[in-house]
């Protein structure tokens, strides 16, 4: 149970449409577990202490403080335009229930078990992106929980891409994909003790649903390889003898388990699949097939992003903005939807310095075993919003980073008592 909240409240998926608001998977946890948590005199008191934390009421200080000062912005420049508060307003409500679920795990003893729980949920979601990417009968039964304008996209890329159930099926997911792969790299050893071929397998599913959200993990599932490596290097753990003898085993179980899902695939139907994977591939590794053919790292989105996306602005706007985060036409203002370009367009070099310093605020810094690891989120985040919207606004990503920092904060106290 535990587990599928969990699921629903990080993915927020399509549930229903018609109703005096969207339905999506959070809001229905929210609906289904608030009145429960209003009869639970320890579950409240559990949460209300939490909210005193320091590090929880700062981050609500400074979400307050991002809402009223884009409000101002707006109202300042005369433009009323307050279509980037949403993203704000969304995140002061999921983490107040962010918060009540976490109480929830206190409750039932399982904290320890979040870091797993969001490995996992991720986990199912790339098993269900890899059965509708093979089979159309799975892709037709998942769509129930897609919205239609995902399903028309997803028909675009020939159904390579937007075969999740979330409520962001495409960068934003890619984005939480890399940020997954990193905190795995962090609990690597916690995850499938016992059943380490597994842990391994999972990770080719998840390589999979990471490159149909995004190519964009790519950064993340890199920055999780060099963290592993330099845990590896700190406990000297590369001797020739050992990696063979750990990994001989493992290697034999994989290369089983290869040829039995090929076999079963060859079953099913082996030229489609095989024509399916071939123009996953083209898609995932389009910059190593341009520079084969044509001698250069680029793809269509890259080559549109620095050529288009970015662009020279006034001094004037650079610090403080010109208040417009939505155009005239409903479109991104200026037409670009890079993350620094929107944010400097909005509220200028200032503003942007704000959603740093309360991006920062989601990692604890005086821990010497997080530092490294908090450290490589950070400079993940900020290279991805080189691309789009991700500093501070991505409400997947900002879910998994404030469940964290909540199971961070428990660790820490349990740990000076």
């Keep these: 149970m535990l587990?599928?909240?969990?699921?629903?409240?990080?993915?927020?998926?399509?549930?229903?449409?018609?109703?005096?608001?969207?339905?999506?998977?959070?809001?229905?946890?929210?609906?289904?577990?608030?009145?429960f948590f209003l009869l639970n005199k320890e579950w409240q008191s559990s949460s209300i202490k939490l909210?005193?934390?320091?590090?929880?009421?700062?981050?609500?200080?400074?979400?307050?403080?991002?809402?009223?000062?884009?409000?101002?912005?707006?109202?300042?420049?005369?433009?009323y335009d307050y279509s980037i508060v949403s993203p704000f307003v969304n995140q002061i409500i999921a983490f107040m229930f962010g918060i009540i679920i976490f109480s929830l795990f206190k409750l039932k003893n399982k904290i320890n078990d979040i870091p797993k729980y969001l490995i996992y949920i991720f986990i199912i979601q790339s098993l269900i992106q890899f059965f509708s990417f093979i089979s159309p009968y799975f892709r037709e039964i998942f769509n129930i929980l897609r919205p239609d304008h995902i399903i028309k996209i997803a028909e675009k890329y020939n159904f390579m891409r937007g075969l999740a159930i979330s409520g962001g099926n495409f960068?934003?997911?890619?984005?939480?994909?890399?940020?997954?792969?990193?905190?795995?790299?962090?609990?690597?050893?916690?995850?499938?003790?016992?059943?380490?071929?597994?842990?391994?397998l999972s990770l080719v599913f998840l390589f999979f649903g990471a490159m149909s959200a995004a190519r964009s993990s790519l950064a993340g599932i890199g920055i999780a390889v060099f963290y592993l490596l330099i845990n590896k290097i700190k406990k000297l753990d590369l001797k020739f003898n050992s990696i063979i003898k750990l990994n001989l085993i493992n290697l034999s179980l994989i290369i089983i388990l290869i040829i039995t899902v090929l076999f079963t695939i060859y079953l099913i139907?082996?030229?489609?699949?095989?024509?399916?994977?071939?123009?996953?591939?083209?898609?995932?590794?389009?910059?190593?097939?341009?520079?084969?053919?044509?001698?250069?790292?680029?793809?269509?989105?890259?080559?549109?992003?620095?050529?288009?996306?970015?662009?020279?602005?006034?001094?004037?706007?650079?610090?403080?903005?010109?208040?417009?985060?939505?155009g005239p036409d409903g479109s991104y203002y200026m037409h670009t939807d890079a993350g620094y370009m929107r944010n400097i367009l909005y509220f200028g070099v200032i503003g942007l310095i704000i959603l740093l310093i309360y991006q920062v605020q989601f990692f604890i810094w005086r821990s010497k075993k997080l530092f490294l690891f908090n450290i490589l989120v950070m400079v993940y985040i900020l290279v991805m919003h080189i691309k789009g919207d991700i500093l501070s606004f991505n409400i997947m990503m900002q879910k998994m980073l404030f469940l964290l920092l909540l199971y961070n904060i428990h660790i820490s106290n349990n740990s000076v008592n």
């Design 3 to 35: 587990l599928i909240i969990i699921f629903m409240y990080v993915f927020s998926f399509f549930i229903l449409e018609g109703l005096p608001f969207h339905l999506s998977s959070a809001r229905l946890v929210y609906l289904l577990i608030f009145p």
């Design 171 to 200: 960068f934003g997911l890619g984005v939480s994909f890399g940020l997954i792969f990193i905190i795995y790299s962090y609990f690597w050893k916690d995850i499938f003790k016992k059943a380490s071929v597994l842990k391994y």
């Design 269 to 326: 139907d082996l030229s489609f699949i095989a024509d399916r994977f071939q123009n996953m591939s083209k898609f995932a590794f389009e910059f190593v097939y341009n520079f084969i053919n044509e001698g250069e790292f680029s793809t269509s989105s890259t080559d549109v992003l620095f050529n288009r996306m970015y662009f020279e602005v006034s001094l004037k706007t650079f610090f403080i903005g010109d208040g417009f985060y939505t």
């Design 51 to 79: 909210m005193k934390n320091k590090k929880v009421v700062v981050i609500f200080s400074g979400l307050t403080f991002i809402v009223s000062y884009t409000l101002l912005v707006s109202t300042f420049y005369n433009t």
